[in-house]
């Protein structure tokens, strides 16, 4: 009777390693996309939540998003990796180029998606921009540098262009190296300060400001999230800033600021995990590459022109979507 007693007793604690290891199961059911930010500020933010409102239109019905900000610290990014690969997520996105590369060292058996990267090759991320690669898939757009450094040059007279970039991010190496380019081929010299993290961008930006004519923003995260010290600093220098961020220009004084619709790569970033959960491989998936103009927009500050002493023309002024004048931001 004892030995009965003691084989149900058994039984039920086998019952119930059982259930305990199906309700562990269950806390991840459904479908889980793993969101990691490199650090928020309003482009970043945007993208994520372009690939939150894409899929959440999508009709999943046990759709989860477990949203991770590294807040620009490597080191997070890589224990944020490594938590999602020990949760399993269905899919793992890496929004910036650190938190792509973390991803990608530390994921195995989950899909990994990129957004928000200029250039995926130089990050190490695949090894072509025209073919898939095993196990990753992505968004990447080419920011149009030179046009954009040309924009500036047709309002202001620029010989010595300004540039501060992060030293150990991929993207912002990169677009260092292009907007130097540029402004060689545009004949202009090109000074640049580098920085590690984004507390230093307001010292770096003091360190320019009085040997250039204009500074070039590009789409360098810890820079754009100090952007208000860069552009505080060049505001009370009475020197342009051109931001290759929109989504942050309203906030801060910039003059221009002209580049992509980042709500809008969060839609495609959206629709390209839409495809990997319906049974895509991302290794059949090249790199998408968003460079269409019309995928661009551009914001003028009014304020800032006066203040600094710069008249735009009308023309442009009439080509802008949004312009920010006594305070109030118009948009088209």
């Given at each position: 009777m004892r030995l009965r007693i003691v084989s149900v007793m058994c039984l039920m604690l086998l019952l119930s390693g059982v259930q305990v290891f199906a309700g562990g199961s269950?806390?991840?059911?459904?479908?889980?996309i793993g969101i990691s930010k490199f650090v928020s500020h309003p482009a970043l933010d945007a993208?994520?939540?372009?690939?939150i409102d894409d899929l959440s239109a999508r009709?999943?019905?046990?759709?989860?998003?477990?949203r991770q900000d590294s807040t620009a610290d490597v080191a997070a990014a890589r224990q944020i990796a490594s938590k999602f690969q020990a949760d399993r997520v269905n899919v793992a996105v890496g929004?910036?180029?650190?938190?792509?590369?973390?991803?990608?060292s530390a994921?195995?058996?989950?899909?990994?998606?990129?957004?928000?990267?200029?250039?995926?090759?130089?990050?190490?991320?695949?090894?072509?921009?025209?073919?898939?690669?095993?196990?990753?898939?992505?968004?990447?757009?080419?920011?149009?540098v030179k046009d954009q450094i040309r924009l500036l040059m047709e309002i202001h007279d620029i010989r010595r262009l300004g540039h501060v970039y992060s030293s150990g991010e991929a993207n912002a190496v990169y677009?260092?190296?292009?907007?130097?380019?540029?402004?060689?081929?545009?004949?202009?010299?090109f000074i640049s300060q580098?920085?590690?993290?984004?507390?230093?961008?307001?010292q770096a930006t003091q360190s320019i400001i009085q040997r250039v004519d204009a500074i070039y923003v590009s789409t360098d995260n810890q820079v754009v999230a100090a952007l208000s010290a860069l552009s505080e600093v060049a505001m009370a220098a009475g020197v342009p800033v051109l931001s290759a961020d929109p989504g942050s220009a309203e906030t801060n004084d910039v003059l221009i600021a002209w580049g992509f619709d980042w709500y809008g790569i969060g839609r495609t970033t959206g629709?390209?995990?839409?495809?990997?959960?319906?049974?895509?491989?991302p290794g059949t998936i090249p790199p998408i590459l968003v460079d269409d103009a019309d995928t661009m927009e551009m914001i003028l500050n009014l304020d800032v022109a006066e203040r600094i002493g710069i008249s735009l023309p009308q023309s442009l002024i009439d080509s802008a979507e949004r312009i920010i004048q006594n305070g109030e931001i118009i948009r088209r």
């Open positions: 269950a806390e991840r059911e459904g479908t889980v993208v994520e939540q372009g690939i009709g999943y019905t046990d759709l989860r998003f477990d929004i910036a180029t650190p938190n792509a590369q973390a991803l990608q994921i195995q058996g989950i899909p990994v998606v990129y957004t928000a990267i200029t250039d995926p090759v130089s990050a190490g991320l695949v090894e072509a921009i025209d073919q898939g690669s095993p196990g990753i898939a992505g968004v990447t757009h080419r920011t149009p677009l260092a190296e292009q907007t130097e380019a540029a402004a060689r081929e545009l004949g202009i010299e580098t920085i590690t993290n984004p507390s230093e961008v307001r629709e390209l995990i839409h495809r990997i959960l319906q049974g895509e491989s």
